[in-house]
């Protein structure tokens, strides 16, 4: 029973983008001075842009969560607000390359080339390439206390710089991209059929994403669990390797760190890692 | 957090004259900082040649040259400033000591006095050898300041972030690169100004707005990069 109503809101959006895949294609017009049937893109690559950008937010909105929450005195930082944060990284991302593949191809069509430099583009790919820095800093950090500490820093850094992409780069070179859907002027130019299908779409595919940030987060949250589970012996070791191929990761190091005060051992809740014991 | 200004001032410069005392013990940044813009200053006017001479012609792409070789000699030297702490082990002394904040401002300011002092060095033999003329001399110096500025504190940060972590050296230029971006296209844009006698325009504006983001990230975000 509690199955099926978890799963009624699931339906709601599989109807919804179904519904906005066929408005995009049945109900809205084609746009003046596009070539052929490219101005359809619109419906899905800026929902995907929209997606991302929300994603990043999400992300930095979990970091300061975790570093500066509120947490019951004397226990330590939320390590869920940590796993929120990177799941919403890893899905933004997945959005983002999406946002900048279908861009890229509508590109093609329209001005001949791939890849151009535009300043959207140039944006776009800033913002990627900070958010793939975020997750190698991730990769070299063992100790978990400290690693979503340090990654947490990092991308609320990413909230402070990463306006400045979207300010300082268009300014700089021409852009043949289409205005904003609320252009410079404030206003909307737009067919309102095609308005209508881009705000149902970007409402589905920030739902969408909200959805797939929540299964990400579970899985990360689980994955830590079996993993830790498998370290006190109660799964054989195989359990251990589902768990850090799902993108769980223990503290590697089980001697408290000798540069942290008040010993990383404590401050971490994961047990040490299967790597050294059960591998 | 509730002791008196005056201590943390006090905390903050000797922060400031320990890093530049065991500095000039070694030297080992300053050699480093300006082997390797002299360095690469050489190899992009060797590989340049005659260009360089030509007056107006390398006007467009010289600055990002210049500009290169100011963020890849900081990242060859800033980080060491923390990554050191780490690997002789004197962190923990230093978290004793000094006020995060403090320290972050000694470490800030030792940056920006390293840097400084590389562009002083840099930036007129990069003029002489590209035989370049500076149409507005002012706006070079001004774009010079607040362009070092920017680069020392988001350097100052990442080097904290990175100094505890594994693979210190190619991690930095990871993390800094695209912190410092918006940094490096507004001080390029802002010297080719400079070279060819446009006026800054709304670019200065958002490379001081620049500065102060990231200073004010870096003061409200190095307590937790620091002290777990």
């Known amino acids: 029973m509690k199955r099926t109503v978890a799963s009624a809101p699931r339906l709601l959006l599989w109807l919804w983008l179904a519904a906005v895949i066929v408005g995009a294609f049945e109900y809205a017009p084609l746009a003046a001075k596009f070539i052929g049937q490219s101005s359809r893109i619109l419906f899905f690559h800026v929902p995907m842009a929209w997606a991302a950008f929300t994603a990043f937010i999400t992300a930095g909105v979990y970091s300061l969560l975790y570093l500066f929450g509120r947490r019951p005195p004397g226990s330590l930082r939320q390590a869920r607000h940590d796993r929120a944060a990177r799941a919403a990284i890893e899905v933004g991302l997945l959005f983002g390359v999406l946002a900048t593949v279908t861009g890229a191809v509508w590109s093609r069509i329209m001005w001949g080339a791939y890849w151009n430099w535009d300043p959207r583009q140039t944006s776009i790919v800033m913002a990627l390439i900070f958010y793939g820095a975020y997750l190698a800093l991730r990769d070299s950090v063992e100790d978990a206390e400290k690693r979503a500490r340090l990654a947490a820093a990092y991308a609320a850094l990413g909230l402070v710089v990463t306006p400045f992409f979207f300010f300082v780069v268009p300014r700089i070179t021409f852009s043949l991209h289409p205005e904003p859907v609320i252009n410079a002027r404030g206003r909307i130019e737009m067919n309102p059929r095609m308005l209508q299908v881009l705000l149902a779409s970007g409402a589905g595919f920030t739902a969408l994403f909200f959805w797939l940030h929540d299964l990400r987060t579970r899985v990360l949250t689980l994955a830590e669990r079996a993993l830790e589970a498998a370290a006190a012996g109660a799964y054989p070791a195989d359990a251990a390797n589902v768990a850090s191929a799902l993108g769980a990761r223990a503290s590697a190091a089980p001697h408290p760190n000798p540069s942290d005060p008040r010993g990383a051992g404590a401050a971490d809740p994961v047990a040490p890692s299967p790597r050294t014991s059960n591998w | ?228």
């Open chain 2, 1 to 228: 957090m509730s002791r008196p200004a005056s201590t943390w001032v006090r905390e903050a410069a000797a922060v400031f004259a320990k890093e530049w005392r065991s500095e000039l013990r070694t030297r080992y940044a300053l050699n480093t900082l300006a082997l390797f813009a002299i360095n690469t200053l050489v190899v992009v006017s060797a590989s340049l040649g005659p260009l360089g001479a030509a007056p107006g012609k390398g006007s467009e792409a010289l600055p990002v040259l210049l500009w290169l070789i100011l963020l890849f000699a900081a990242a060859a030297g800033l980080p060491r400033s923390f990554v050191h702490e780490e690997e002789t082990q004197t962190a923990t002394a230093l978290r004793l000591a000094a006020t995060p904040s403090a320290l972050f401002c000694g470490k800030l300011a030792y940056a920006l006095t390293l840097l400084a002092a590389l562009e002083a060095l840099v930036a007129p033999l990069f003029l002489a050898v590209m035989n370049l003329d500076v149409a507005r001399p002012g706006l070079l110096v001004a774009t010079l300041a607040a362009g070092g500025f920017g680069l020392a504190a988001g350097s100052t940060l990442v080097a904290a972030i990175i100094a505890q972590a594994r693979g210190k050296g190619t991690l930095f230029a990871v993390l800094s690169f695209p912190v410092l971006l918006p940094l490096l296209l507004l001080a390029v844009e802002l010297t080719r100004g400079a070279f060819a006698g446009a006026p800054p325009g709304v670019a200065l504006v958002q490379l001081l707005l620049y500065d102060g983001a990231v200073t004010t990230a870096g003061l409200m975000l190095f307590p937790v990069v620091w002290n777990p």
